[in-house]
């Protein structure tokens, strides 16, 4: 049941620019409903250099706590007094608890990624997993893929950011783009994690080079299937968006703020919707 807003109405939100065309409003709202809590999720876009303001004002009101996106994630978990470890190691946040004790950080991007490829049935363990891209998502993702024990291969425009993710792995290595093409024909799961795909742009290699023993997993998720899911689709190979990962991010979020449960098949429904 929705319970309307009231003087004892719990507010949480999310932080970014842009940040109005976020489905997280409409996965917690649900969340909240679903579990009979008087909270309300709402977006609050922050200019760059403005999020410890933004922090300090939001927990002077009272706002128990907000997911982070898109580009705050490194300056909020520098306006953090206090991190998790995979927070602390990416130095980047999408969660933070606004307490009486303080600021506190968190970043579930990659338990979000891991959870939904473990739902999926997605062998990672020993893995040769290759990642595109070396942004916040991407570094969440190696990161995580180093606590499985994946064999973890970065790729991404920019030599000395694909070395500096995958400095978050254990052994991890990098290949240029040039020699994109054999790193995606010898791995067992491609990962993009950059935005390529959600305005239509083509995979940066050759999809032939995929093949029907290989899982490829996009982690952009509007739309449902990108091109290079398409392409890896028509090759044999098994394909997973990102709305998994979004879900299960949003529900390790929740449970962080709420301390409750998350109802992931409420989550998972709205995100679908909205």
Same mark, same amino acid.
């Given at each position: 049941?929705?319970?309307?807003?009231?003087?004892?109405?719990?507010?949480?939100?999310?932080?970014?620019?842009?940040?109005?065309?976020?489905?997280?409003?409409?996965?917690?709202?649900?969340?909240?409903?679903?579990?009979?809590?008087?909270?309300?999720?709402? #977006?609050?876009?922050? @200019?760059?250099? /403005?999020?410890? +303001?933004?922090? !300090?004002?939001?927990? *002077?009101? $009272?706002? %128990?706590?907000?997911?982070?996106?898109?580009?705050?994630?490194?300056?909020?978990?520098?306006?953090?007094?206090?991190?998790?470890?995979?927070?602390?190691?990416?130095?980047?946040?999408?969660?933070?608890?606004?307490?009486?004790?303080?600021?506190?950080?968190?970043?579930?991007?990659?338990?979000?990624?891991?959870?939904?490829?473990?739902?999926?049935?997605?062998?990672?363990?020993?893995?040769?997993?290759?990642?595109?891209?070396?942004?916040?998502?991407?570094?969440?993702?190696?990161?995580?893929?180093?606590?499985?024990?994946?064999?973890?291969?970065?790729?991404?425009?920019?030599?000395?950011? #694909?070395?500096?993710? @995958?400095?978050? /792995?254990?052994? +991890?290595?990098? !290949?240029?783009?040039? *020699?994109? $093409?054999? %790193?995606?024909?010898?791995?067992?799961?491609?990962?993009?994690?950059?935005?390529?795909?959600?305005?239509?742009?083509?995979?940066?290699?050759?999809?032939?080079?995929?093949?029907?023993?290989?899982?490829?997993?996009?982690?952009?998720?509007?739309?449902?299937?990108?091109?290079?899911?398409?392409?890896?689709?028509?090759?044999?190979?098994?394909?997973?968006?990102?709305?998994?990962?979004?879900?299960?991010?949003?529900?390790?979020?929740?449970?962080?703020?709420?301390?409750?449960?998350?109802?992931?098949?409420?989550?998972?429904?709205?995100?679908?919707?909205?």
């Amino acid at each position: 049941m929705t319970l309307p807003p009231s003087g004892q109405t719990t507010v949480a939100g999310i932080i970014g620019q842009p940040v109005r065309h976020s489905r997280s409003p409409a996965i917690h709202n649900a969340a909240y409903a679903a579990v009979g809590l008087d909270w309300v999720y709402v #977006a609050f876009p922050v @200019a760059p250099g /403005a999020v410890q +303001a933004a922090l !300090v004002g939001l927990r *002077a009101a $009272g706002v %128990a706590g907000c997911n982070v996106t898109m580009p705050h994630k490194t300056e909020a978990a520098q306006a953090c007094d206090e991190l998790t470890p995979a927070a602390a190691a990416l130095d980047a946040v999408n969660t933070v608890v606004l307490g009486g004790d303080g600021v506190f950080g968190d970043s579930t991007d990659g338990d979000g990624f891991l959870d939904a490829a473990r739902e999926a049935d997605v062998p990672l363990t020993d893995a040769h997993v290759l990642v595109l891209g070396a942004g916040g998502a991407a570094r969440a993702i190696v990161h995580t893929l180093g606590t499985v024990a994946a064999q973890v291969t970065v790729a991404a425009r920019r030599a000395d950011a #694909a070395a500096t993710a @995958a400095r978050l /792995a254990p052994s +991890a290595t990098t !290949v240029p783009f040039a *020699a994109l $093409g054999d %790193a995606v024909a010898a791995s067992d799961v491609v990962v993009n994690a950059t935005p390529l795909g959600m305005c239509g742009e083509a995979p940066p290699f050759d999809p032939a080079r995929l093949s029907a023993r290989q899982v490829v997993i996009d982690t952009v998720y509007a739309p449902a299937e990108t091109p290079l899911l398409a392409a890896a689709a028509a090759q044999g190979a098994r394909t997973l968006n990102g709305l998994g990962m979004l879900v299960h991010q949003a529900a390790r979020s929740f449970t962080r703020l709420t301390g409750r449960p998350a109802p992931l098949d409420v989550m998972r429904a709205a995100a679908a919707a909205s």
